[in-house]
């Protein structure tokens, strides 16, 4: 009987099998994953919202653990607590309603040829009619205890009777009986269903042709792609997956980095504003300085003047608050005027652009400069009363400098003309009606808080002699360098890693709430001294609200992030205006206030008229209070460490002691040695350093930066590898710029790049 009837089965799974092949002639890695059997309109649905279009797309969504079902056990074995898999044959299923809690219990016995064992599952109606008694299932979940005996609760299942138990029956299992792939949880999209997807594509002979170059292949162990893809989502083992993880990393580093190579270099081809190194006017302005450049401001001013004198510069001037980015922005300037072009420097707020506007001006007595403040409520300008000689460097006696308002208009036709001019604003640079017409050098300050058009808007080349204006990037987030490689990797770096030598150091404390008290007294006492504090309220982070930070669903937006701040600093400015305070000047600012109501009271702030300022984290980094002594952050945990050095910078900027108190109500002792590394360190690179391998570069990034694929994230700490990376990209573009020796190679390099501008 059996012999009769094994060769029909046979022969049916042999035409099945060939009816696969067939149908996977078809597939392409770039075919709609509509085509994928299984994936119906409403699975089209949740695959497209997740950004996975084609076949390619479903391929590369990667599992992010495995849940580790590769031990299969015999009944008898079985021990509490253990996770594992076992193949049975179900001999009873019941359906029982649990009336408390409204569900539908199902329960079901199963044996092998040991034992017999419970199993209960809820709510999945179906699997009475799926499982009756007779069918051969492959099990696999945790071993739990109930009275005295050992049942499974909800274990994963496949049915494995209509398939014979052959040597590849293992290979072909999906959800049990191995390493199981766990995807990233989403909307209407299972675990289950993305392995009931992927697992046949694996198998059927997709055009899988490797496009890596095999010398790299040998010379950094990588696995192959068609096996790293099996070994990434169906892996024989945890080190196996682990492989396969690093040879996609590795590739989508390398891509990225001949990415950000390829800009640069275009960018450096491109026409630019020649601007004269003059090296005698550098050694001056150094030297009329009220103070002397820090080595690390030597440097970087260099660098920088070198650049504007030889290619296009595109450079970010990285340095924490009070390192002196701001005189390096003006030496730059004055050379862009000394060789008759003009300068737009933007600032992200008002108060920041007047501030460096009175800057400028204090440290240019001496030069012919024009210097005009563009916000949209003043317009002034700042010049000599006569002009008349050449030289940039004048003689203070001999001419007088005035200041006065200008009306918009007038303004707008200086920038209009070819006069030099440094330009200092807000947005205001880049409204419709604002034209400079030689424009040779654009400064940005805090480059995060301007969105890629902004900047593309001032940088656009001039109509007539096609040039490109140098930029500058001024920021104050210290990043390290392997992260600067991979998000800055265009654009050349000049590092201010020490400040200026006579600045006081903060005192830090670490404060646990039963010593708030003990701090609202100091504050007392500073505030009688005439001094002024800071107080920055806890922002919200995305996991507070949902652990599923990649669920589209449950991604937090921003307004319901500025909504939950605004009534955090509300609810401290309440607390410390009413019973704590109440005695002393004390107001707020937050992200729902108007920006002139904000910059208002940034000025009160500035004047002393307000003793302690309650704000959100929001508040404008940079912003020069020389007379605020005390810093305090609610709910300091919720920060990174660099970004609570940056608040630490906000104060001792002047001749007082200063002192950042640090509330956390957290008692972990993780969290309170991570804090206290700002008590130990003063030094923002250091901690920059300690955040990321603390919190990941995920965290470290903040959420603006969260488009970067996962896997790409978890390797940001891997410095070794994007050094390497980085080198390798190098020289391949070396090798062959256009990577035409390596035709399949540049195209999945081309498909990166439009998957990159797409996302
Ligand atoms: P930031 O990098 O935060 O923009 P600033 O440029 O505003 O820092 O500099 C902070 C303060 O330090 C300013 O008052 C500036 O004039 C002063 N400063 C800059 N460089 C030096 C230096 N080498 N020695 C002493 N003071 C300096
Ligand atoms: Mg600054």
Same mark, same amino acid.
């Given at each position: 009987m059996e012999v009769r009837f094994f060769p029909g089965a046979l022969v049916a799974r042999n035409i099945f099998s060939s009816l696969k092949t067939k149908m996977s002639l078809f597939l392409q890695l770039s075919d709609p994953v509509s085509k994928v059997r299984g994936v119906g309109p409403r699975y089209l649905k949740y695959l497209n919202k997740l950004g996975i279009k084609t076949i390619k797309d479903l391929l590369w969504h990667f599992p992010f653990r495995y849940e580790d079902f590769s031990q299969i056990k015999k009944i008898k074995d079985l021990q509490p607590d253990e996770i594992c898999s076992l193949i049975v044959t179900i001999t009873k299923v019941n359906l029982r309603r649990s009336f408390r809690k409204k569900m539908f219990i199902i329960e079901a016995k199963a044996s092998d040829d040991t034992g017999t064992i419970d199993i209960i599952w809820f709510n999945q109606l179906y699997l009475i009619k799926a499982i009756p008694p007779g069918t051969t299932l492959s099990l696999s979940g945790k071993v739990k205890v109930k009275g005295k005996k050992l049942i499974l609760s909800s274990p994963s299942f496949e049915i494995i009777?209509?398939?014979?138990?052959?040597?590849d029956f293992f290979e072909n299992l999906k959800h049990t009986g191995r390493l199981v792939p766990i995807y990233p949880e989403t909307e209407g999209l299972s675990s289950r269903a993305f392995r009931y997807f992927i697992k046949p594509l694996l198998n059927i002979?997709?055009?899988?042709?490797?496009?890596?170059p095999d010398f790299l292949l040998r010379k950094y162990h990588l696995l192959p792609l068609k096996t790293a893809l099996n070994q990434i989502h169906f892996p024989v083992s945890l080190a196996l997956s682990q492989k396969a993880k690093e040879r996609f990393i590795f590739e989508s580093l390398l891509f990225s980095q001949l990415y950000l190579l390829k800009t640069k270099k275009k960018v450096s081809l491109l026409p630019y504003p020649k601007i004269k190194l003059d090296i005698e006017f550098l050694k001056s302005f150094v030297k009329a300085l009220p103070f002397s450049l820090t080595e690390a401001q030597r440097k970087s001013l260099w660098e920088i003047a070198k650049n504007l004198n030889n290619q296009l510069m595109n450079r970010l001037l990285e340095g924490e608050v009070g390192s002196g980015k701001t005189v390096i922005a003006l030496a730059a300037s004055l050379l862009s005027l000394n060789s008759q072009y003009q300068v737009a420097f933007m600032a992200p707020t008002e108060i920041l652009a007047r501030q460096h506007f009175e800057k400028f001006k204090s440290f240019t007595k001496n030069y012919k400069a024009k210097i005009a403040l563009l916000t949209s409520s003043e317009t002034k300008i700042y010049d000599q009363e006569f002009d008349s000689s050449?030289?940039?460097? /004048?003689n203070p006696e001999q001419s007088r400098r005035i200041e006065g308002n200008i009306s918009k208009r007038a303004l707008n036709k200086i920038i209009n003309s070819y006069l030099p001019i440094i330009v200092i604003g807000t947005h205001a640079l880049i409204q419709k009606n604002i034209h400079f017409n030689k424009l040779g050098l654009v400064i940005v300050d805090e480059q995060h808080r301007f969105g890629v058009e902004q900047r593309k808007k001032l940088l656009s080349?001039?109509? /007539?002699?096609k040039e490109v204006p140098h930029l500058l990037s001024l920021t104050a987030t210290p990043i390290p360098r392997t992260l600067a490689l991979v998000f800055y990797g265009d654009m050349d770096l000049s590092i201010l890693d020490e400040l200026p030598q006579e600045r006081k150091k903060v005192i830090t404390k670490v404060v646990p709430p039963k010593d708030k008290e003990k701090v609202y007294q100091f504050i007392r006492k500073e505030v009688k001294k005439g001094r002024q504090v800071f107080v920055i309220c806890p922002r919200i982070e995305e996991n507070e609200i949902s652990p599923l930070a990649f669920s589209a669903k449950n991604l937090i937006s921003l307004a319901e992030k500025i909504n939950y701040e605004v009534k955090a600093v509300k609810k401290e400015y309440k607390k410390l205006s009413?019973?704590?305070?109440?005695?002393l000047k004390v107001n707020m600012l937050h992200g729902k206030m108007k920006s002139q109501e904000k910059e208002k009271i940034m000025k009160q702030f500035q004047e002393n008229k307000i003793n302690i300022l309650v704000s959100t984290s929001v508040v404008e980094v940079g912003i020069d209070i020389p007379n605020a002594t005390v810093m305090v952050i609610e709910g300091a945990e919720h920060f990174g460490l660099a970004q609570l050095h940056q608040f630490r910078g906000r104060v001792g900027r002047f001749k007082y002691q200063s002192y950042c108190f640090l509330f956390t109500e957290s008692s972990s002792k993780t969290i309170y040695s991570r804090l206290e590394s700002l008590v130990k360190y003063n030094d923002g690179f250091k901690l920059a350093e300690i955040d990321l391998s603390l919190r990941g570069p995920g965290e470290f990034l903040g959420t603006k930066q969260s488009g970067i694929p996962d896997l790409l994230m978890g390797s940001l700490l891997n410095k070794e590898m994007i050094e390497e990376v980085h080198q390798v990209a190098q020289n391949l573009l070396l090798e062959d710029y256009n990577l035409k020796k390596w035709p399949l190679f540049s195209t999945a390099f081309k498909d990166f790049i439009k998957q990159t501008r797409q996302s």
């Open positions: 009777s209509s398939q014979r138990l052959d040597e002979s997709l055009n899988l042709s490797e496009y890596l050449t030289s940039l460097t /004048i080349p001039n109509a /007539i002699t009413e019973d704590i305070f109440s005695d």
